[in-house]
């Protein structure tokens, strides 16, 4: 018995093993050496009988088949180079080729975590000089690179936060604060750190309620976790309330800085008052992310927060013009990844930052905004999508409208909104996110897409509205034109009745 879901995948490719024909060619060693031969056959000899192959098992495949074999699986795949990617909280960013030529330079590949120091002064100055430019944009004190993510550098603050509350004898502190608009790692972070979550709910504007904050804020609080914007692409006006409250209790501010992009050379966390912050350099320094490649999410702290951060920091010896790493961390959290962290992530982040220099971030945040705007102007209008909170002002570098009014007209959900957006060569929107909003569909389109990119996208969307109005079932059965059909959900992800994917295989369709 097969699923609906596979059922409706139309088009599975087949594995290269499958592909596999006896005979055929697509390498040409040359001759071996026969003095080479010779010894490799007096090594083998001294391998035990039990354990030599004679078959390897691999595929057999000409040269164009290969290539056309990964030409197809890539064809398959979408990403920030296929097209408009608009995943709102996700900075789904074009990442620039140059950064990854740079990076393939073998003084970056071929390097050693453990090779000396002096060989590797230039990898050192590479990081040393990041941080000074992440110290600018931020207004922190020192940055540790380890965290390989967002959600591992929360983890990692919540534990500065905590190793810094018990140094001052404040062990009382057991409760993070979180707003209900907050991304699902901002809370996990905190529980993972030992914390117990109190939730302060949104205003009508969207921000964090004052004057519930007051309330439920006492000293057993020992911090706040918030990004600003927020989810919903609001600025919190009244974050110096906040710092205060917060403050007032000996508590600390965590900035989640997944939502930087929009204030990039316009407002600093450290500025606003926050002690502590995570980048995503794999968003806002638009390194490639999700299947693209690793993350690096630095954790930069204030002053009096440094001695807490994990080992080793780089340094610089002025007096020696060396670069060094400092392993004399007493106070420190500890170590949270190998070494210091994804390093071909930081290049790549360096070489953006040298690219696009202090003015061009400002543009950056400014047309990331512009952009977001401008589309949130034109769908607004459109049947069926509404705006909540705060309908009079201005986003930042994102959006998020509901589609509830569509769900009550027309049966046609976000899901099958964003269903549909993949049959005309689209990415989905981020849906369902923030829970504090009916049939969200957060939209990010970032400062890399032309206006002529937004109107299209925007074309597109209005026709799908017109359809879930003329035709609903179009859209519900939506997506048609890729290659794999709707999924079933349920049975995609529940363990007992996931199809194991030999049966996947074996019951494969092809058009
Ligand atoms: C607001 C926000 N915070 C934190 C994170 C976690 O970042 P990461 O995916 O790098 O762990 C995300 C990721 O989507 C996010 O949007």
């Given at each position: 018995m097969i699923s609906n879901g596979y059922r409706q995948a139309r088009w599975l490719e087949p594995t290269v093993f499958e592909l596999s024909r006896s005979g055929a060619v697509g390498v040409d060693f040359p001759e071996l050496d026969p003095e080479l031969e010779k010894s490799l056959k007096n090594a083998f000899k001294e391998i035990p009988e039990d354990l030599k192959?004679?078959?390897?098992g691999l595929p057999e495949l000409s040269e164009l088949e290969v290539v056309r074999h990964f030409t197809r699986l890539s064809q398959m795949n979408y990403g920030v180079n296929s097209g408009m990617y608009p995943l709102g909280s996700c900075t789904m960013k074009y990442n620039p080729a140059i950064s990854e030529e740079l990076v393939d330079d073998e003084r970056i590949t071929y390097i050693?975590?453990?090779?000396?120091l002096e060989t590797i002064q230039g990898c050192l100055e590479i990081m040393w000089r990041l941080e000074q430019i992440l110290k600018e944009i931020t207004g922190m004190a020192r940055f540790s690179f380890?965290?390989?993510?967002g959600a591992h550098g929360e983890f990692l603050g919540c534990l500065i936060i905590r190793a810094y509350h018990r140094d001052k004898g404040?062990?009382?502190?057991n409760v993070m604060i979180v707003p209900?608009?907050?991304?699902?790692t901002n809370p996990a972070s905190a529980a993972m750190a030992g914390y117990e979550v109190r939730v302060v709910k949104s205003d009508k504007d969207g921000c964090v309620d004052i004057e519930m904050l007051e309330k439920i804020v006492d000293e057993n609080v020992a911090g706040i976790m918030l990004t600003n914007p927020n989810t919903l692409g609001v600025?919190?006006?009244?974050i110096d309330k906040i710092v205060d409250i917060i403050h007032g209790v000996d508590g600390l501010l965590y900035y989640d800085?997944?939502?930087l992009n929009a204030l990039l050379g316009k407002v600093r966390p450290a500025d606003m008052g926050f002690d502590i912050v995570h980048l995503n350099l794999h968003k806002t320094f638009s390194t490639p992310h999700g299947g693209g490649g690793p993350g690096s999410g630095p954790v930069g702290v204030v002053e009096k927060l440094?001695?807490?951060?994990?080992?080793?920091l780089v340094e610089y010896d002025e007096k020696e013009d060396i670069f060094y790493l400092d392993?004399?961390?007493?106070?420190?959290?500890?170590?949270?990844?190998?070494?210091?962290?994804n390093f071909s992530v930081l290049v790549k982040a360096y070489v953006y930052l040298l690219r696009i220099g202090g003015e061009g971030l400002v543009k950056v945040a400014e047309t990331s905004v512009l952009a977001s705007n401008y589309l949130l102007h034109k769908i607004r209008?459109?049947?069926g999508i509404t705006l909540p909170y705060a309908p009079e002002s201005p986003r930042k570098h994102e959006f998020v409208v509901s589609l509830s009014k569509l769900y009550k007209e027309t049966g046609i959900s976000a899901k099958d909104v964003a269903k549909r957006l993949l049959d005309y060569g689209y990415h989905a929107p981020t849906i369902y996110?923030?829970?504090?909003?009916?049939?969200a569909f957060m939209i990010e389109p970032t400062e890399s897409e032309s206006k002529k990119e937004i109107d299209n996208f925007y074309n597109v969307l209005s026709k799908i509205i017109e359809e879930a109005y003329e035709d609903p079932e179009k859209i519900k059965t939506a997506?048609?034109?890729?290659?794999?059909?709707?999924?079933d959900e349920f049975r995609a992800s529940h363990p007992k009745t996931m199809i194991p994917s030999w049966r996947i295989y074996k019951t494969r369709e092809r058009v």
């Open positions: 192959r004679n078959d390897l050693h975590p453990l090779q000396p380890q965290p390989a993510a404040m062990l009382h502190k209900d608009s907050a991304h699902g600025f919190e006006k009244n800085g997944a939502n440094v001695d807490y951060l994990p080992p080793p392993y004399n961390r007493p106070k420190s959290v500890g170590k949270i990844k190998m070494f210091y962290g209008k459109l049947k996110f923030p829970t504090i909003v009916e049939e997506p048609h034109n890729t290659s794999v059909g709707r999924v």
